[in-house]
Protein backbone atom coordinates (compact mmCIF):
# COMPACT_ATOMS: atom_id res chain seq x y z
CA UNK A 1 0.00 0.00 0.00
CA UNK A 2 1.98 2.93 -1.22
CA UNK A 3 1.90 6.20 0.54
CA UNK A 4 0.68 4.56 3.82
CA UNK A 5 2.23 6.09 7.04
CA UNK A 6 4.77 4.01 8.90
CA UNK A 7 3.62 2.81 12.34
CA UNK A 8 4.94 3.43 15.92
CA UNK A 9 6.85 0.95 17.07
CA UNK A 10 7.50 -0.43 20.44
CA UNK A 11 10.23 -3.23 21.55
CA UNK A 12 9.62 -5.65 23.96
CA UNK A 13 12.30 -8.00 26.19
CA UNK A 14 11.14 -10.87 28.81
CA UNK A 15 13.49 -11.57 31.25
CA UNK A 16 13.36 -14.08 34.44
CA UNK A 17 16.85 -12.50 35.77
CA UNK A 18 18.70 -15.44 35.09
CA UNK A 19 21.09 -13.81 32.35
CA UNK A 20 22.16 -10.20 33.54
CA UNK A 21 25.13 -9.81 31.23
CA UNK A 22 22.65 -10.95 27.84
CA UNK A 23 20.14 -8.76 29.28
CA UNK A 24 22.78 -5.89 29.60
CA UNK A 25 23.46 -6.23 25.78
CA UNK A 26 20.20 -6.74 24.44
CA UNK A 27 19.07 -3.83 25.98
CA UNK A 28 21.86 -1.70 24.39
CA UNK A 29 21.13 -3.16 21.46
CA UNK A 30 17.93 -1.18 21.36
CA UNK A 31 19.82 2.08 22.08
CA UNK A 32 19.85 3.11 18.11
CA UNK A 33 15.89 2.10 18.16
CA UNK A 34 15.08 4.16 20.87
CA UNK A 35 17.19 6.93 19.66
CA UNK A 36 14.74 6.90 16.76
CA UNK A 37 11.53 6.92 19.02
CA UNK A 38 11.28 3.17 19.35
CA UNK A 39 9.38 2.53 22.82
CA UNK A 40 11.36 -0.09 25.06
CA UNK A 41 9.33 -2.32 27.50
CA UNK A 42 10.96 -4.75 29.62
CA UNK A 43 8.59 -7.41 31.69
CA UNK A 44 10.38 -9.16 34.30
CA UNK A 45 8.98 -12.59 34.26
CA UNK A 46 8.73 -13.07 38.32
CA UNK A 47 12.16 -10.92 38.44
CA UNK A 48 13.67 -7.46 38.94
CA UNK A 49 14.42 -5.09 36.53
CA UNK A 50 17.85 -3.40 35.78
CA UNK A 51 17.47 0.17 35.52
CA UNK A 52 17.70 1.49 31.79
CA UNK A 53 20.34 4.31 30.55
CA UNK A 54 20.15 5.61 27.46
CA UNK A 55 17.40 7.51 25.02
CA UNK A 56 14.00 7.24 24.58
CA UNK A 57 10.52 5.80 26.43
CA UNK A 58 11.05 2.92 28.82
CA UNK A 59 8.26 0.96 30.35
CA UNK A 60 8.89 -1.68 32.80
CA UNK A 61 5.97 -4.82 34.04
CA UNK A 62 7.13 -6.73 36.88
CA UNK A 63 5.41 -9.70 37.02
CA UNK A 64 4.87 -11.69 40.39
CA UNK A 65 5.69 -14.85 39.11
CA UNK A 66 7.54 -15.99 36.25
CA UNK A 67 4.08 -17.22 33.88
CA UNK A 68 5.87 -18.18 31.35
CA UNK A 69 6.94 -16.90 27.51
CA UNK A 70 3.19 -16.46 26.06
CA UNK A 71 2.13 -14.51 29.29
CA UNK A 72 4.84 -12.59 29.59
CA UNK A 73 4.94 -11.48 25.87
CA UNK A 74 1.19 -11.08 26.52
CA UNK A 75 1.85 -8.69 29.34
CA UNK A 76 4.63 -6.89 27.17
CA UNK A 77 2.61 -5.79 23.86
CA UNK A 78 -0.13 -4.81 26.71
CA UNK A 79 1.81 -2.48 27.72
CA UNK A 80 3.63 -0.90 25.01
CA UNK A 81 1.98 1.73 22.43
CA UNK A 82 3.70 0.94 19.00
CA UNK A 83 0.93 -0.04 16.03
CA UNK A 84 4.08 -2.42 15.73
CA UNK A 85 5.54 -4.47 18.25
CA UNK A 86 9.35 -5.91 18.13
CA UNK A 87 10.56 -8.91 20.44
CA UNK A 88 13.42 -9.85 21.32
CA UNK A 89 14.87 -12.51 23.76
CA UNK A 90 17.24 -11.38 26.81
CA UNK A 91 19.94 -13.81 25.37
CA UNK A 92 19.46 -11.92 21.68
CA UNK A 93 20.34 -8.40 20.53
CA UNK A 94 19.77 -6.44 17.33
CA UNK A 95 22.42 -6.48 14.68
CA UNK A 96 21.52 -3.44 12.24
CA UNK A 97 20.46 -0.60 14.14
CA UNK A 98 18.39 0.18 10.83
CA UNK A 99 15.97 -2.62 11.66
CA UNK A 100 13.45 -0.63 13.38
CA UNK A 101 12.99 1.62 10.35
CA UNK A 102 13.07 -1.35 7.67
CA UNK A 103 10.49 -3.01 9.99
CA UNK A 104 8.21 -0.04 10.14
CA UNK A 105 8.59 0.25 6.05
CA UNK A 106 7.47 -3.28 5.65
CA UNK A 107 4.10 -3.07 7.84
CA UNK A 108 3.20 0.01 6.16
CA UNK A 109 3.99 -1.76 2.78
CA UNK A 110 1.26 -4.47 3.65
CA UNK A 111 -1.74 -3.84 5.55
CA UNK A 112 -1.88 -7.66 5.95
CA UNK A 113 1.15 -8.56 7.25
CA UNK A 114 0.32 -9.31 10.72
CA UNK A 115 4.29 -11.11 11.82
CA UNK A 116 7.75 -10.44 10.26
CA UNK A 117 9.87 -13.40 11.22
CA UNK A 118 13.68 -12.49 11.62
CA UNK A 119 16.74 -13.75 10.55
CA UNK A 120 18.23 -15.12 13.48
CA UNK A 121 22.06 -15.05 12.81
CA UNK A 122 24.94 -16.78 15.24
CA UNK A 123 26.49 -13.68 16.70
CA UNK A 124 29.83 -15.67 16.27
CA UNK A 125 29.22 -16.29 12.81
CA UNK A 126 28.44 -19.70 12.34
CA UNK A 127 25.50 -21.58 10.36
CA UNK A 128 23.14 -20.62 13.54
CA UNK A 129 20.25 -23.23 14.55
CA UNK A 130 18.22 -25.18 11.66
CA UNK A 131 14.80 -23.92 13.71
CA UNK A 132 15.68 -20.30 14.01
CA UNK A 133 14.09 -20.78 10.04
CA UNK A 134 10.55 -21.42 10.33
CA UNK A 135 9.86 -23.79 7.55
CA UNK A 136 10.94 -27.27 6.37
CA UNK A 137 13.84 -26.27 3.91
CA UNK A 138 15.92 -24.38 6.14
CA UNK A 139 17.69 -21.74 3.49
CA UNK A 140 18.16 -18.73 6.28
CA UNK A 141 19.32 -16.34 3.05
CA UNK A 142 15.73 -16.36 1.43
CA UNK A 143 12.89 -15.16 2.44
CA UNK A 144 9.58 -15.96 1.45
CA UNK A 145 5.73 -16.01 3.11
CA UNK A 146 5.63 -18.73 6.26
CA UNK A 147 2.83 -20.56 8.53
CA UNK A 148 4.57 -20.15 11.91
CA UNK A 149 7.82 -17.96 13.42
CA UNK A 150 9.87 -18.48 16.22
CA UNK A 151 9.72 -16.64 19.38
CA UNK A 152 13.31 -15.67 19.51
CA UNK A 153 13.28 -12.63 17.30
CA UNK A 154 10.22 -11.09 15.73
CA UNK A 155 7.52 -8.45 14.81
CA UNK A 156 3.95 -8.38 15.33
CA UNK A 157 1.11 -6.00 14.32
CA UNK A 158 -1.09 -4.73 17.55
CA UNK A 159 -4.37 -5.24 15.91
CA UNK A 160 -4.02 -8.38 14.42
CA UNK A 161 -2.12 -10.06 17.53
CA UNK A 162 -5.05 -8.17 19.42
CA UNK A 163 -8.00 -9.96 16.84
CA UNK A 164 -6.60 -13.17 17.15
CA UNK A 165 -6.38 -13.69 21.05
CA UNK A 166 -2.40 -13.34 21.75
CA UNK A 167 -0.21 -15.97 22.88
CA UNK A 168 -2.29 -19.06 24.18
CA UNK A 169 -0.82 -18.77 27.63
CA UNK A 170 -1.53 -22.19 28.95
CA UNK A 171 1.05 -23.49 27.18
CA UNK A 172 3.66 -21.53 28.97
CA UNK A 173 6.38 -21.94 26.03
CA UNK A 174 6.87 -24.04 23.24
CA UNK A 175 4.44 -24.17 20.25
CA UNK A 176 2.63 -21.19 21.42
CA UNK A 177 3.94 -19.22 18.18
CA UNK A 178 2.14 -21.76 15.97
CA UNK A 179 -1.17 -21.52 17.61
CA UNK A 180 -0.98 -17.81 17.33
CA UNK A 181 -0.12 -18.31 13.12
CA UNK A 182 -2.38 -20.77 12.81
CA UNK A 183 -5.37 -18.30 13.99
CA UNK A 184 -3.96 -15.12 12.31
CA UNK A 185 -3.75 -17.23 9.04
CA UNK A 186 -7.15 -18.12 9.76
CA UNK A 187 -8.38 -14.57 9.66
CA UNK A 188 -6.63 -13.54 6.33
CA UNK A 189 -3.59 -12.08 7.56
CA UNK A 190 0.29 -13.14 6.63
CA UNK A 191 2.91 -13.87 7.98
CA UNK A 192 6.56 -13.31 6.48
CA UNK A 193 10.15 -14.76 7.41
CA UNK A 194 12.67 -11.59 6.29
CA UNK A 195 16.00 -12.53 5.53
CA UNK A 196 16.98 -8.97 5.68
CA UNK A 197 15.80 -8.20 9.40
CA UNK A 198 18.65 -9.91 10.74
CA UNK A 199 19.02 -10.42 14.96
CA UNK A 200 21.60 -12.67 17.18
CA UNK A 201 21.21 -15.24 18.92
CA UNK A 202 23.14 -17.97 20.14
CA UNK A 203 23.18 -21.34 18.21
CA UNK A 204 21.53 -23.10 20.86
CA UNK A 205 18.51 -26.24 21.04
CA UNK A 206 15.26 -25.82 23.03
CA UNK A 207 16.32 -29.08 24.52
CA UNK A 208 18.38 -26.86 26.33
CA UNK A 209 15.68 -26.27 28.90
CA UNK A 210 14.76 -29.30 31.14
CA UNK A 211 11.33 -29.03 31.10
CA UNK A 212 11.21 -28.94 26.82
CA UNK A 213 10.48 -32.18 25.99
CA UNK A 214 7.05 -32.33 28.16
CA UNK A 215 5.99 -29.27 27.23
CA UNK A 216 6.93 -30.04 23.36
CA UNK A 217 4.32 -33.19 23.91
CA UNK A 218 1.84 -31.69 26.13
CA UNK A 219 1.75 -28.92 24.04
CA UNK A 220 1.87 -30.68 20.37
CA UNK A 221 -1.70 -32.26 22.17
CA UNK A 222 -2.87 -28.35 22.97
CA UNK A 223 -2.19 -27.16 19.76
CA UNK A 224 -3.70 -30.06 17.59
CA UNK A 225 -6.86 -30.17 19.95
CA UNK A 226 -7.56 -26.31 19.69
CA UNK A 227 -7.35 -25.56 16.14
CA UNK A 228 -7.20 -29.19 14.11
CA UNK A 229 -10.15 -30.61 12.62
CA UNK A 230 -9.75 -34.25 14.12
CA UNK A 231 -8.80 -36.21 10.98
CA UNK A 232 -6.04 -34.08 10.57
CA UNK A 233 -5.27 -33.89 14.48
CA UNK A 234 -5.05 -37.53 14.21
CA UNK A 235 -2.40 -37.72 12.03
CA UNK A 236 -0.40 -34.43 13.49
CA UNK A 237 -0.37 -35.88 16.56
CA UNK A 238 0.21 -39.57 15.52
CA UNK A 239 3.03 -37.80 13.13
CA UNK A 240 5.04 -36.46 16.01
CA UNK A 241 4.43 -39.19 17.91
CA UNK A 242 6.10 -41.44 16.00
CA UNK A 243 8.80 -38.85 14.97
CA UNK A 244 9.74 -38.31 18.74
CA UNK A 245 9.89 -42.20 19.43
CA UNK A 246 12.93 -42.63 16.19
CA UNK A 247 14.51 -39.41 17.31
CA UNK A 248 14.63 -39.67 20.95
CA UNK A 249 15.14 -43.78 21.18
CA UNK A 250 18.33 -43.70 22.39
CA UNK A 251 17.79 -41.14 25.16
CA UNK A 252 14.94 -42.75 27.75
CA UNK A 253 14.70 -39.90 29.90
CA UNK A 254 13.67 -37.30 27.33
CA UNK A 255 11.34 -39.61 25.83
CA UNK A 256 9.86 -40.61 28.95
CA UNK A 257 9.42 -36.62 29.54
CA UNK A 258 7.64 -36.23 26.41
CA UNK A 259 5.56 -38.97 26.62
CA UNK A 260 4.57 -38.13 29.82
CA UNK A 261 3.86 -34.43 28.28
CA UNK A 262 1.69 -36.08 25.41
CA UNK A 263 -0.45 -37.59 27.79
CA UNK A 264 -1.36 -34.78 30.36
CA UNK A 265 -2.24 -32.73 26.68
CA UNK A 266 -5.19 -35.02 26.82
CA UNK A 267 -6.40 -34.43 30.50
CA UNK A 268 -6.15 -30.63 30.55
CA UNK A 269 -8.65 -28.45 29.20
CA UNK A 270 -7.39 -27.29 25.75
CA UNK A 271 -8.83 -23.36 26.39
CA UNK A 272 -11.29 -23.36 23.35
CA UNK A 273 -11.48 -25.32 20.73
CA UNK A 274 -11.58 -23.44 17.40
CA UNK A 275 -10.81 -25.95 14.19
CA UNK A 276 -9.25 -23.92 10.82
CA UNK A 277 -11.40 -24.21 8.01
CA UNK A 278 -9.96 -25.93 4.81
CA UNK A 279 -9.61 -23.04 3.01
CA UNK A 280 -6.46 -22.25 5.72
CA UNK A 281 -5.66 -25.89 5.71
CA UNK A 282 -4.98 -25.54 2.11
CA UNK A 283 -3.30 -22.54 2.53
CA UNK A 284 -0.98 -23.86 4.97
CA UNK A 285 -0.35 -26.80 2.13
CA UNK A 286 0.51 -24.80 -0.59
CA UNK A 287 3.30 -22.54 1.65
CA UNK A 288 5.12 -25.71 2.37
CA UNK A 289 3.87 -26.90 5.83
CA UNK A 290 1.06 -28.50 6.10
CA UNK A 291 -0.78 -29.03 9.17
CA UNK A 292 0.24 -32.45 9.75
CA UNK A 293 3.79 -31.94 9.90
Known amino acids: ?7 SLSCVIITMGTRPAELARAIASTEPLRADGVELV ?3 NGADLPPVAGPGAV ?3 RLPE ?16 GDVVLFLDDD ?27 HVADPDGGPG ?7 LR ?16 FAARRSAWLAAGGLPELFFFAHEETDLAWRLI ?40 RNLPWPLAVVYLLDWLVLTMIRERRSTGALRAWLAGFAAGWRIDPGGRRPLSLRTVWQLTRLGRPPVI
Not at 67 to 80: I, P, W, Y
Not at 94 to 117: M, Q, S, W, Y
Open 42 to 44: LVG
Open 186 to 225: ERGYRLEYDAEARMCHPPVANARHASWYRYDGRNRVLLAR
Open 59 to 61: RTV
Open 129 to 135: VRWHVPR
Open 66 to 81: NRGVAAGRNEGLAAST
Open 92 to 118: GRFADPGIGKHVAARFAADPRLAVLAF
Open 1 to 7: MSGAAEP
Open 138 to 153: ADAGRSSAVTTFVGAG
